[in-house]
């Protein structure tokens, strides 16, 4: 017979009343999987070994105290929370894709027309497998998406026009990297206000295609809406030497959010508890209190690392392609996202970032 | 909002799995103080959801995870500056070598995870903190048999990244 996968080597290691008979009989019997068998094990040791935290137990009285008073001053988070962590999960930062809801309209992917749903003016990346970014269910499966005025993205002459139409400082670029020439086209793309109204028989028929049961929907939920704003916005674009856009710097004014009947946060889990959406997605998008601020920015982390940084004392996230081809930073700052995206590095596009006045 | 409802089953779910939810998210940090931070905000969350009683366990230990992989991915320079700190101190202090050496080590698998795909980083610390293969098949909505494979790719490249960091000194 052919040798057994090493998914049922590893967990001939530590659940191997899980393997069927037949496979535990060749591996016995194998010097091959024997072999497989004693690397699996020895490198499930060291990991485990390595993930140890050790410690004491949690005081669980303690931490009732503190879940129930957290609950109680519902949104904001537990108050005992220490200042590093907050600043963690905090740590405000913009969406590529707010920017791109922004500057482009509406974004194609069905994660981007749940984003206007959960939040305001920061954004923490998220990170989600391309599969189950893929996997998210449209918005208008559950009720009535209606967007009223056309973000009309448009060419316009220069930074001055461009400021005048779009009511922000637009950042002027002070040194351009290597590569990357010449002067920039302007683009200015007009507020949009999208409406989302829950339907209650939309959702049971979006289920009931999906094959799957709807879950009781909360009293006075049926027709609640949610109301997103976005822009104006303004993005000026410089081509690299070869020609296509080599830097782009974008800047708009934040999306907020509101909702009408019911509370955000009974809309929210209500739509994650709707099926269709992946298990790890619904989690991960539920860990984001109504706090007055946070908009998960879903990150394919197959795809795109994240990581920290600040730009002139303000929190930014730098975004890169595993790739290495394309880097962005993004950051919030007294309501208007700024983005600085191009085909450079990640410290060509932070210095940009650094140097814009 | 005081008025959004919390559920009934929120004291019982707490009791059951508090100091499991800790647990997954201290592997994920290596730090049990921030993990509880971690525990609080995902209970938080549970707690004002309507996620199926019988689904609580997986969905806890899955949010865990991912809030806790999310913070470490937010933080990974904070990170790589800790490793290059903690080589310099090494050298400065010979008394605490030993502290030193096991925050480089922490720092170290925390890096690793951080580049690890998202499931299977999940899928680990999940059956790394007791869950069976058929929980965490459940929870990642995969098959128990892929469990194995997932978890396997995992620790092999987690391991090989300490190799990596170890030899490069």
Redo the contacts between chains.
Sequence with gaps: MRHP???????LV??PA?VSDADRTHVSGCATCLAGLAT?RE??A???A?????????D?PA??Q??TT???D??R??P???R??RD??R?PVVATVAVGVVLAGAGTAAANDWLPVFRTEAV??????TADLIALPDLTGYGDVVVSGEPDVRAVDDAATAAAESGLTVPEVTELPDGITGSPTYQVGDQVTATFTYSADRAAASAAAAGEVL?PT?AGLDGSAVQLVAGPGVAQVFESRTGVPGLVVGRAVAPTASSSGV????LR??L??LPGL???VA??L?????DGGTLPLPVP??RV?????DVDGVPA?VLETRDGLLSAVVWVSEGTVTVVAGSLDADEVLEVARELR | ????A?RGDL?EV??RD??RV??VA??V???????????????????????PAG?AT??LA??AA??A???I??????TSREVAVAATADTVAPDVAEAVLTAE?RAR?RAGLSRL???QA?A??L??SGL???EVAA???MS?????????????A??KE?IRHASSD
């Design positions: 996968t090493e998914g049922v080597l590893r967990r530590d659940e899980g699996a490198d499930a060291t990991v485990h390595a993930l140890d935290a050790g410690g004491p137990d949690a669980l931490a009732w503190r879940l957290g609950l109680a519902t949104p988070p537990a005992a929370r220490t590093r962590s963690l999960f740590r923490q990346p998220v990170a989600f497998d879950p909360p509370p955000f946060d009974t889990d209500h994650l508890s992946p298990d790890d989690a991960q539920a860990t984001f209190t109504a982390a197959d690392t994240t990581s920290a940084t996230t | 909002m005081t008025d959004t919390v004291a707490f009791r508090y100091q800790v647990g201290a592997r940090l290596g730090s049990r103080d921030e993990a509880e931070d971690v525990a609080q905000e995902v209970f938080l969350a549970f707690g004002r959801s309507t996620v689904e997986g969905w899955v949010a991912h809030t992989l999310n913070l991915r937010s933080g990974r320079r904070r080590e698998v795909p998202q499931k999940v680990l610390v059956r790394h069976s293969y058929a929870a990642l909505d128990p048999g892929s469990v194995g494979t997932t978890v396997r790719r995992a620790e092999s987690l391991r300490l």
